[in-house]
């Protein structure tokens, strides 16, 4: 298995700009941690439907459900990937559903 180092982040830093829209100013690293890229499984893809799978990737981390952080976002490799879905997989793991953006 290959672990690769991630951070969990949330906005430190919300402001509103001049129609009303949120604007994060700054991010702050609540927890540093590895997690392992999971595959999707021809079932999921069935059942999802291409397009979500597409965009979207699962990441596997060593922190229990009950003790994951509240956060927005992940950072691994220097790309930057918003959190979808957090799922538990007591008593030891919890998977991460991000949104990946492809450059």
Not at 42 to 47: M, P, S, T, V, W
Request: net charge positive; hydrophobic share 35%.
């Amino acid at each position: 298995m290959i672990w690769k180092k991630c951070l969990l982040q949330r906005a430190a830093d919300t402001t509103k700009d001049e129609l009303g829209n949120e604007v994060v100013g700054a991010w702050k690293t609540v927890k540093k941690t590895v997690c392992r890229f999971t595959p999707w499984m021809d079932e999921q893809i069935a059942l999802e439907g291409r397009e979500v799978t597409k965009h979207e990737q699962q990441y596997l981390v060593p922190i229990p459900y009950c003790k994951f952080p509240e956060c927005e976002r992940a950072v691994l490799d220097g790309r930057i990937m918003d959190i979808v879905s957090t799922t538990d997989l007591s008593p030891r793991f919890t998977l991460l559903r991000v949104k990946s953006y492809k450059e």
